[in-house]
């Protein structure tokens, strides 16, 4: 199974803000739209940073319930890792292990075509378990 596919299921829906954009409204969206992170884009629509849950909980540790003021600009990751519409599901969980992240863009030739989290790929890798063990079920049947 593929990212494609997994974007095949879901649709390519990105939820998206501007840099500008205050931690307090960051945490409106992704509480009202029930999401773990959003993408910061450019006024070009190119992705500059990625900003989770995480990043909130970071900034309101450090530097306490003012941090709702602050540009968004100011929490985010700016490298952000993005995989293939064509990487493997088992790519992809290797890729969020080693950079103990939930969330990749999918990009391909610089378009954001979607964004997989690690309840996506869990789903998918279940699925992908259940119809190799009917397969397997199947063919001990069969023989
Ligand atoms: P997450 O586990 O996705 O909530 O994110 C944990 C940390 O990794 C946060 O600091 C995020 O900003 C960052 N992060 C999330 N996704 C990515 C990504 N695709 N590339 C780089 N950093 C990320």
């Known amino acids: 199974m593929f990212v494609s596919d997994i974007l095949l299921q879901k649709g390519g829906l990105v939820f998206a803000v501007t840099p500008g954009t205050s931690v307090a409204q960051v945490a409106q969206q992704l509480s009202t739209r029930r999401i773990g992170s959003v993408l910061v884009v450019d006024k070009f629509d190119a992705v500059i940073g990625i900003v989770s849950e995480r990043d909130l909980v970071r900034a309101l540790a450090l530097h306490g319930p003012s941090c709702l003021d602050h540009e968004v600009v100011k929490v985010m990751t700016r ?65």
Do not use: N
């Open 79 to 143: 490298d952000v890792v993005s995989c293939d519409p064509d990487d493997s599901i088992d790519r992809v969980m290797g890729l969020m292990t080693r950079g103990r992240f939930r969330h990749l863009p999918v990009v391909r030739h610089g378009e954001l075509l979607g964004l997989v989290s690690i309840g996506d790929v869990v789903k998918a890798r279940l699925e992908e378990t259940r119809h190799e063990t009917e397969a397997l079920k199947a063919y001990i049947v069969a023989g």
